[in-house]
């Protein structure tokens, strides 16, 4: 074997040892109380430096690596969390297009979900969610024309209407809603679901596309 497989073997493992050592040591260092206070710190400053931004921001939290676009046309309520690496756009087009994202009261926005609007999504109170949820308004152009012709970041961003999530609904992992559909009150969605048709008040919803499963009351 080359002398250099060897000189990347032996860094490797000696960048390997040196953070598991370092990891060790933090516990011992680093009472696992002063990482969460650490982490509070940390939402605490991201969220005052960025409120005022927002078209208007309650008494809620934003956790790190966060993006934002346009916060100006977002409005949050009291008691929500954004959690990590989430993204969330209010998109502003033409005068047709100009994204608006409401989201109310005590919602859970689990980590890396993605929320852009072109239209409006409104959100109601105590939403929760999983990962990777994806809630969109809008998409890439048209699918019965000479849209396909044009690279899907050159296509008109069109959107088929508004989205609305009512309260106390449960978002699982990895759900995918899409434009033009309205969720009910108390309506709880399974993981890896693709809800492209409104879903009435206190139902399970599953599948691609989503349909009910089972209701509530």
């Known amino acids: 074997m ?22 060790i040591c933090s516990q011992v260092i680093f009472d696992y109380r002063i990482t969460i206070r650490f982490e509070a710190f940390t939402c605490a400053f991201i969220t005052g430096r960025m409120k005022k931004r927002f078209k208007c921001f309650g008494k809620s939290k934003i956790c790190r690596s966060v993006d934002f676009v346009n916060p100006q046309y977002i409005s949050i309520g009291d008691g929500t969390l954004i959690q990590n690496h989430c993204i969330i756009e209010a ?9 608006e994202i409401i989201i109310g009261n005590n919602c859970a926005i689990g980590e890396y979900t993605h929320i852009t609007a072109a239209n409006r999504i409104t959100i109601g109170n105590n939403l929760q969610t ?11 152009g048209k699918t019965d024309g000479s849209d396909l012709d044009e690279a899907p970041s050159k296509r008109e961003i069109i959107s088929k209407g508004e989205v609305c999530i009512g309260n ?3 978002i699982a992992d990895k759900v995918s809603i899409m434009s033009g559909v309205k969720i009910g009150n108390g309506v709880i969605i399974a993981a890896n679901s693709v809800v492209t048709h409104d879903l009435p008040s206190y139902c399970l919803a599953a599948g691609t596309p989503a349909k009910v499963i089972r209701y509530f009351k």
Do not use: A
């Open 91 to 99: 998109w502003v087009f033409s005068k047709s297009y100009k994204g």
């Open 168 to 170: 106390n609904v449960w």
């Open 2 to 23: 080359p002398i250099d497989y060897y000189i990347k073997h032996f860094v490797d493992n000696f960048i390997i040892r040196c953070g598991t050592i370092l990891g």
């Open 130 to 140: 999983g990962r990777f949820v994806l809630i969109t308004d809008n998409s890439h």
